[in-house]
């Protein structure tokens, strides 16, 4: 393959007479896999301009600029609203949740409420306990039966005049 | 100049002007705050984008200015216009920073060593694909000077690159 042509234009090049078309015909030629040993030393260079070129800022600088002056960012989607598809189920999860919440209440409730009435009840045994005559107990202690009942079973006024006579 | 919008004109140059300020710190983080700097003088002015010929070559010769002032501050000088004849003796952050990254290619090393003016015109024109009237409309000085620098640098690459090839 002839290359007078790349060779030419490179001698031009170096003299600063090549036009801007002419420099990107040498930077494509230089690009290829395939260069002549004779012109390969200056491929590096050309190599290397095309790495300066990809040279970028980072993703988020426009987005800051716009904000530092005062614009939207250029990704509508980075700070807007998203809109999301919801399910039946998901649409209905705020019930379930308000539900699911009265539930436990009541069941808090309820249990409360319960305690409340066995502390009442024991309360009251307790008082019960409490005005039952000792030699009562003490019948009870003994075992007699008839002295049980006849202690614990209240007593009409008449029947215990007729025992004192 | 119609149509002009800082979304549409102004912010599509932000990877250009990188590169700029790159090639000029030689550091990311410094290039990417003169670019954001560039940008809020370029927002600043808009009033008078009627007025600007070329908003693009505005652009360039703010970032290069602040790319600059950034080197000053930083105590790593930079050569003059009138000083960058001196061809063996690249700025001195740059030649430090090149023999801790040996990574970096023969090419690149040897355009990193360039004058800052010179090195600027090769990216605009061989990287950037600027004609010699937007290159000298960018940095005010004139097309044949835009020249003249060009052929410095390119002859300065040649050169190297044969005596290296050569070794």
């Given amino acids: 393959m002839d290359y007078k042509y790349i060779e030419q234009l490179l001698e031009r090049y170096w003299e600063c007479q090549t036009t801007l078309e002419e420099e990107a015909i040498l930077r494509n030629f230089f690009r290829q896999a395939d260069v002549p040993a004779s012109l390969l030393r200056y491929r590096q260079l050309f190599n290397e301009e095309d790495k300066m070129a990809d040279e970028h800022l980072s993703e988020d600088f426009a987005d800051k600029m716009l904000r530092m002056i005062g614009e939207e960012s250029t990704q509508p989607h980075s700070r807007g609203v998203k809109a999301r598809r919801l399910t039946v189920v998901r649409r209905m999860r705020p019930f379930y949740r308000a539900a699911g919440l009265v539930a436990i209440l009541l069941t808090i409730g309820n249990a409360a409420h319960q305690s409340f009435i066995d502390e009442e009840e024991t309360t009251a045994s307790t008082q019960m306990a409490e005005t039952i005559p000792a030699d009562s107990i003490e019948g009870i202690k003994a075992g007699s039966p008839d002295k049980q009942s006849a202690a614990l079973a209240p007593q009409p006024l008449d029947t215990l005049d007729a025992f004192t006579r | ?167």
């Fill in chain 2, 1 to 167: 100049m119609d149509n002009v919008s800082f979304r549409t004109t102004v912010l599509p140059l932000s990877d250009r002007l990188f590169r700029l300020a790159l090639r000029i710190t030689m550091n990311r983080a410094e290039a990417q705050d003169v670019v954001q700097d560039t940008l809020l003088k370029v927002w600043e002015q808009r009033s008078q984008w009627e007025q600007i010929n070329n908003l693009e070559a505005f652009a360039i010769a703010t970032c290069r200015n602040r790319a600059l002032d950034v080197l000053k501050r930083a105590g790593r000088n930079t050569k003059s216009l009138d000083e960058v004849d001196d061809v063996h003796s690249p700025m001195p952050n740059v030649q430090s920073s090149m023999e801790t990254r040996e990574e970096i290619s023969l090419v690149r090393s040897l355009m990193d060593g360039l004058p800052e003016v010179q090195r600027t015109i090769m990216l605009l024109r061989d990287i950037e694909g600027k004609t010699y009237q937007e290159i000298a409309q960018a940095l005010s000085i004139s097309e044949t000077q835009v020249k003249v620098y060009l052929h410095r640098a390119r002859t300065k690459i040649k050169e190297k690159v044969k005596v290296k090839m050569k070794n």
